[in-house]
């Protein structure tokens, strides 16, 4: 923020807002749950159930064994040091860009169309027009197992990689050998275009580059995605307005399209991710910084990994006092989700469910239950309050109860 321009505003409670998401983390599902085909989905309760039981000593004594969901090891906390509840998903769909709208304040009301058989051919033809490659794929497929299968096709003959997912995306995967950075960017900028007309549209185009050999592929941390702008001023856009600070860490930038950021911070994983969290509580800095960590979701909801899940979940525990050490007197610490994933239930697609939501500062001399909150945007709803800003449509802020 430029020096001097916090005094134009009215001081808020907290000055700095740490929003963590926890990518695809649900604690139970929804009511309408069936109409996603998603009854019974448990992210949480169920990885704790594969495991033998979560140990999640920090989370728990913040109240996630308080929301008063089953998951096994995390039990209710004597004092919770935090506040505590759920959230419900109100917007149509399971897509990690409702997620985050909907946390910002913006509901969608249509779920964003998929391709579960692949995409029509006057995309594709248009596609390899604008790129002068020919394309490989085009189906529904794991990320991983789609390079085993046509890794080795792509490098002989120079064809892109071509798939979609049970999300309303599409990704290009290119080796960084045969199809320079630059050139897979640029493809995916022209896919993006091409995607925003209605008979074609997407919410994601995604470049998935790699490195490697056949039987070791590698996917790189040069990912980058293409999203589409949300339908709506969300808080971001209002935070940068008011000139407040809005740092996004990870992914976000990427699903706001850069929309409401005042600065954007690259990870390379959920680790990398909490580094550059600790890197910024040690800045001076007045607004919001929301961070995503994608690897629950990328690398273990998708490909149904419970184990691997877990083991991301106890180091992110692990890595909570360090946060939690870092933060003032004046700082608000949000640690929720965008949607569940549970990794046994079928198929690979995101599930219906709720999300956790735990909410810490220092002055808390006991926890208190949230309840239930109807939608993901009070959590938007509350940071805009806290810094003077408009509030959404949708979403109650819990900044009173605070």
């Not at 080795?152 to 960084?176: C, K, M, N, P, W």
């Not at 925003?196 to 185009?205: C, D, K, T």
Request: hydrophobic share 35%.
């Amino acid at each position: 923020m430029t020096p001097g321009t916090a005094n134009l505003h009215k001081q808020p409670r907290f000055e700095r807002v740490f929003t963590i998401v926890l990518d695809s983390v649900g604690i139970g599902e929804l009511p309408d749950a069936a109409l996603y085909n998603d009854r019974g989905a448990h992210t949480l309760g169920h990885i704790a159930d594969y495991v033998g039981g979560l140990s999640l000593p920090h989370l728990e004594r913040m109240g996630l064994g308080s929301i008063g969901e089953q998951i096994r090891g995390v039990t209710p906390a004597a004092n919770p040091q935090a506040h505590y509840g759920k959230m419900a998903e109100l917007s149509a769909g399971k897509d990690t860009l409702t997620g985050h709208w909907e946390l910002m304040g913006v509901k969608s009301e249509t779920a964003f169309q998929t391709y579960p058989e692949g995409f029509p051919e006057g995309l594709l033809s248009a596609l390899q027009s604008l790129s002068g490659r020919k394309i490989i794929g085009n189906k529904a497929a794991s990320g991983t197992e789609i390079l085993d299968e046509l890794g080795r096709q792509h490098v002989d003959t120079g064809s892109l990689i071509v798939y979609t997912s049970a999300d309303s995306v599409l990704q290009i995967a290119a080796h960084e050998d045969v199809v320079p950075l630059n050139e897979l960017y640029r493809i995916c900028e022209q896919a993006r275009e091409l995607t925003r007309q209605p008979q074609f549209f997407v919410a994601r185009v995604i470049a998935r580059p790699f490195i490697g050999e056949a039987g070791s592929w590698t996917r790189t941390a040069n990912r980058r995605d293409y999203s589409v702008t949300p339908p709506a001023r969300t808080v971001l856009d209002e935070l940068a307005s008011k000139k407040w600070d809005s740092i996004a860490i990870g992914k976000i930038s990427d699903i706001f399209s850069g929309s409401g950021i005042t600065e954007e911070i690259k990870t390379k994983s959920n680790r990398d991710g909490m580094s550059r969290l600790l890197d910024t509580m040690n800045r001076d800095f007045q607004g919001l910084c929301f961070l995503n960590l994608v690897d629950f979701d990328a690398l273990y909801g998708h490909r149904r990994d419970p184990q691997g899940y877990a083991q991301a979940l106890v180091e992110f525990d692990e890595a909570l006092p360090d946060v939690i050490s870092q933060l003032r007197g004046t700082d608000l610490l949000i640690i929720t989700a965008d949607h569940g994933n549970d990794p046994t239930h079928p198929g690979t697609d995101h599930t219906r469910e709720y999300v956790p939501l735990l909410v810490y500062h220092k002055g808390i001399t006991e926890g208190r239950n949230l309840g239930v909150l109807p939608s993901l945007a009070g959590v938007g709803a509350t940071i805009a309050e806290n810094f003077y800003c408009r509030l959404p449509r949708y979403g109650t802020s819990f900044l009173p109860q605070l």
